[in-house]
C-alpha cells in the first residue's frame, strides 16, 4: 500500500491527457468486461463502480450506505452512462461519461490536496492520474 497526494489539477491534467486518458479508460472498460462481450452490463458496471469504491467511499472516509439506496444509485448511474438507453454500455458510452465523472471529482477536489491510500494493486483512474503527475515532476533526461 502507498500514499498519494492528489487534487484537481492532478485529475484534470489526466483527463486532458487525451492519449493517455483514453488509454487508461480503455484499459478499466477491458477489466470491467467480464463476459467479453464489448459491452458493459448493469451488473458489470456494478461491480466496477464498488471496486473504484467511489460511491462507499468519500475520499477514504468511510461512509455506510443502506443497500437500498445503493442499487437506486447504481441504477441511476446506469442509466447515465448508457445514453442511448440499448440497456449495455458500450466504450463510446463508458469514455464519455469517465471524462465527465473524473471532471466532475476534478471540480470536487480544486485545490485542496487530498492524501489516498491504495493498494498496490490498485488500478483506479484516480491512481493513474496520481501516477502520470508523479511521472512527469520527475526530471526529464
Ligand atoms: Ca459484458
Redesign the pocket.
Request: hydrophobic share 40%.
Given at each position: 500500500m502507498g500514499v498519494v497526494v492528489i487534487d484537481g489539477s492532478t485529475v484534470r491534467d489526466f483527463v486532458s491527457d487525451e492519449g493517455q486518458f483514453k488509454k487508461s479508460v480503455d484499459e478499466s472498460f477491458a477489466s470491467l468486461?467480464?463476459?467479453?462481450?464489448?459491452?458493459?452490463?448493469r451488473t458489470?458496471l456494478r461491480k466496477a463502480f464498488e471496486s473504484m469504491r467511489l460511491l462507499e467511499t468519500h475520499f477514504g472516509i468511510d461512509v455506510v450506505t443502506p443497500p437500498e439506496q445503493l442499487s437506486q444509485l447504481y441504477d441511476s448511474i446506469f442509466e447515465k452512462f448508457d445514453g442511448d438507453h440499448s440497456g449495455t454500455i458500450d466504450l463510446e458510452e463508458f469514455r464519455a461519461e469517465m471524462k465527465k465523472i473524473m471532471l466532475a471529482i476534478a471540480d470536487g477536489l480544486g485545490s485542496c490536496p487530498i492524501q489516498m491510500l491504495l493498494e498496490d494493486d490498485d488500478h483506479s483512474l484516480l491512481k493513474k492520474a496520481a501516477d502520470l503527475e508523479a511521472s512527469k515532476s520527475k526530471p526529464s533526461s
Amino acid at each position: 500500500m502507498g500514499v498519494v497526494v492528489i487534487d484537481g489539477s492532478t485529475v484534470r491534467d489526466f483527463v486532458s491527457d487525451e492519449g493517455q486518458f483514453k488509454k487508461s479508460v480503455d484499459e478499466s472498460f477491458a477489466s470491467l468486461d467480464l463476459n467479453n462481450d464489448g459491452v458493459l452490463s448493469r451488473t458489470e458496471l456494478r461491480k466496477a463502480f464498488e471496486s473504484m469504491r467511489l460511491l462507499e467511499t468519500h475520499f477514504g472516509i468511510d461512509v455506510v450506505t443502506p443497500p437500498e439506496q445503493l442499487s437506486q444509485l447504481y441504477d441511476s448511474i446506469f442509466e447515465k452512462f448508457d445514453g442511448d438507453h440499448s440497456g449495455t454500455i458500450d466504450l463510446e458510452e463508458f469514455r464519455a461519461e469517465m471524462k465527465k465523472i473524473m471532471l466532475a471529482i476534478a471540480d470536487g477536489l480544486g485545490s485542496c490536496p487530498i492524501q489516498m491510500l491504495l493498494e498496490d494493486d490498485d488500478h483506479s483512474l484516480l491512481k493513474k492520474a496520481a501516477d502520470l503527475e508523479a511521472s512527469k515532476s520527475k526530471p526529464s533526461s
